[in-house]
């Protein structure tokens, strides 16, 4: 029992070792843009892997081939995708268009097996309730729907309002985990003193009590998040 469970350790080791390697190699595409191909292929090498951790019926290294076929495979699809947009259609598939001025393309749905219940549920959880307010929906190949509505239903923008754009500067992380980031500070033209008064005006006494204060340049406002919970504001405090 004892060997047995030292097998499956060490082996278990080498699955990790290996399956981290490989993810590696495959880059972040499994991720960040997971079609139905690219699913089949994740589940497929973790189940390898998994038979390399624990099926002791068998030896090791015929999984790790096993693993190392499938992943080289994986790499020559990737390649064939990028070099050639036939391979992409081929493997990634297309996007659909399944709404054309309001009106659902039934043909397009068929083909892309995607009900009307899928349908209108994706709508709802991107508050849209109503298909007349639909210009298009598109079903990407990861299986997302992108609505684009009409224009008299968009949410009117700075560009259409005519408005000056604000500035949009980030804010300065001031203080973390009771630390003072002297850079920031520096950058934000501040000094030590105002920044004690700051946290003075909040009964802060020490800076072991502040969790973060973050500075924003263009509103002026300190945000100031201390480790109790009782004491922590909602709202940032106004200079």
């Known amino acids: 029992m004892l060997s047995e469970g030292l097998i499956v350790l060490v082996r278990s080791i080498i699955a990790f070792i290996t399956l981290f390697i490989f993810a590696r190699l495959l880059g972040k595409q499994q991720i960040s843009q997971l079609t139905y191909f690219d699913y089949v292929l994740g589940i497929t090498i973790g189940s390898i892997a998994a038979s390399l951790s624990v099926d002791l019926d068998s030896r090791a290294w015929p999984h790790w081939v096993g693993l190392a076929t499938w992943t080289v495979c994986v790499l020559l699809v990737q390649w064939l995708v990028m070099k050639s947009s036939a391979a992409d259609k081929y493997f990634s598939g297309e996007p659909v268009i399944v709404i054309s001025d309001g009106q659902i393309m039934d043909e397009a749905m068929r083909k892309s097996r995607f009900t009307v219940s899928e349908l209108l549920e994706e709508l709802r959880h991107k508050d849209v309730f109503e298909l007349s307010e639909v210009q298009y929906a598109v079903l990407e190949t990861d299986g997302k729907l992108s609505v684009l509505l009409k224009p008299e239903y968009r949410n009117a923008t700075i560009q259409d309002l005519q408005l000056a754009s604000p500035a949009g500067n980030m804010s300065l992380l ?3 985990d009771g630390m003072i980031v002297e850079k920031n500070l ?28 973050s500075y924003h340049l263009e509103s002026n406002t300190l945000y100031i998040d201390q480790y109790k919970d009782k004491n922590k504001t909602a709202d940032p405090q106004l200079i």
């Open 186 to 213: 520096q950058l934000s033209g501040k000094k030590m003193p105002w920044l004690k008064q700051q946290l003075k005006s909040k009964g802060i006494k020490d800076l072991s009590e502040v969790f973060l204060a």
């Open 174 to 176: 001031l203080i973390y």
